[in-house]
Nanobody, 120 residues
């Protein structure tokens, strides 16, 4: 089992920045891949950034160059630094853990989500 707790959401003006945190209940180096998703009202949840245990990152085109996913291994925490925020970034942001078992099966875990609102 993996528990994920997000924090850091809030209201920010366009062009502003926020940093989201995802506290993980076990060593993040033992997790195959950590990810950040978001879901805007009336839309499907979308993957925006991933970070593998080996340190590889990947971003959706909509956030590339503005968002950065990173981790602090000692704190078992994954971050999403969001800069140059736009109103269309408004959504509930979710942390995700992709755990690969020795059997080859995959278990996915989710946090409770944190609201990010970009508005004047």
């Amino acid at each position: 089992q993996v528990q994920l707790v997000e924090s850091g959401g809030g209201l920010v003006q366009p062009g502003g920045s926020l940093r989201l945190s995802c506290a993980v209940s076990r060593s993040i180096l033992s997790i195959y891949k950590m990810g950040w998703y978001r879901q805007a009202p009336g839309k499907q949840r979308e993957l925006i950034a991933t970070l593998t245990s080996r340190g590889s990152t990947n971003y959706d085109d909509s956030v590339k160059g503005r968002f950065t996913i990173s981790r602090d291994n000692a704190k078992n925490t994954v971050y999403l630094q969001m800069n140059s925020l736009k109103p269309e970034d408004t959504a509930v942001y979710y942390c995700n853990a992709d755990v690969r078992l020795l059997s080859g099966a995959t278990n996915l875990y989710w946090g409770q989500g944190t609201q990010v609102t970009v508005a004047v």
